[in-house]
Each structure stands twice: as structure tokens, then as C-alpha cells.
């Protein structure tokens, strides 16, 4: 839509696509919420119950790609400063995590101290989901928060939103 406004009234818009995004405010629901929101809250629910164990699908294998809310914010207006092109850009980390590493930074985050398991009779889902943000980082836009940083703070921030869903 960007392109077609700037093409047909020679609107100065420009379009940006989010990696899968994580923070403050995140949907920690039980039936919809991604995966990162969805394991803090099973590890957090596990560490309040005391449990031996989380069990989580698949082997851990599938590659993702995150980014903090602040680096997109960071990013929207870094791109409103120095782009003005027709073409709409990816915003991303340009980094993938395993779904394994990413579980067991969440574990440790949260401070669960049980096993992790994977139940390998579950499905992987996509092997890969890393999206090309290679035009935004030429322009010299990089994301300053790093995975374990963001974890920290999305843990700390919504720390209440999960003790109310206890």
C-alpha cells in the first residue's frame, strides 16, 4: 500500500517488516501466545509450582529469529531519518537462535531449575524463519539489545502480568 500511495500521489511513505518480535507487554496466553512468550510462562508456572520437569515439542532444532520491541522502535525511526525508498525493508537481528538455546536461556532467566525435556514425538514446525535484513543493516542500523538482555527485561516487566495468571 506504501508503494502504491508513493507511486500514485508521490506520498514520501516507506514500509518495514518485523522479525518475530518480544517485550514488555507480550502475550503470555496459554492457547495463542509465540513461542518465547509461551515458554517464559511454562517455565515460570513450573518454577511457582515447584515442578521436576518442562516438557517442550520437538528436538529443540528449528532456527527463529528475534528482536526486542525497543530495537524495532529504535529501528522505525532510524528508518523515517535515513531511508525514503520504494522498496519496503525487513527489520531484524539477523541472528537465529535454536529453539533448544533459546529454551534454555528462557530456563535460566526465569530461574527454573528442574529438567528440560523434549518430546521428540511432537512436530519441529518451520526448520528456519530468518528473514534478510541486510538492507537495513547496510544503512547502519543495528539492534542494541541482546537476546539474554531482552529476556531479562521481558521476564522483569512482566513478571506481574505472570504471577496473575498463576
Not at 75 to 97: R, T
Request: negative net charge; hydrophobic residues 40%; charged residues 25%.
Amino acid at each position: 500500500m506504501c508503494q502504491a500511495y508513493r507511486i500514485q500521489y508521490n506520498w514520501d511513505a516507506i514500509s518495514g517488516m518485523p522479525t518475530n518480535l518480544y517485550g514488555p507487554n507480550d502475550n503470555f496466553h496459554p492457547e495463542n501466545s509465540h513461542v518465547l512468550p509461551a515458554l517464559m510462562r511454562r517455565f515460570h508456572e513450573a518454577k511457582v509450582s515447584k515442578a521436576k520437569e518442562v516438557v517442550v515439542w520437538g528436538t529443540g532444532s528449528p532456527l527463529r529469529e528475534f528482536l526486542h520491541v525497543d530495537d524495532l522502535a529504535d529501528a522505525v525511526v532510524f528508518l523515517m531519518d535515513k531511508y525514503s525508498g520504494l522498496e519496503h525493508l525487513n527489520v531484524g537481528s539477523g541472528k537465529e537462535v535454536a529453539i533448544k538455546e533459546l529454551a534454555e536461556l528462557v530456563k535460566e532467566v526465569v530461574g527454573f531449575e528442574g529438567e528440560l525435556v523434549w518430546d521428540t514425538s511432537k512436530p519441529d514446525g518451520t526448520p528456519r524463519k530468518l528473514m534478510d535484513s541486510s538492507k537495513l543493516l547496510g544503512l547502519g542500523w543495528t539492534p542494541k539489545i541482546s537476546l539474554k538482555d531482552g529476556l531479562v527485561d521481558t521476564y522483569k516487566c512482566n513478571h506481574c502480568v505472570l504471577v496473575t495468571l498463576d
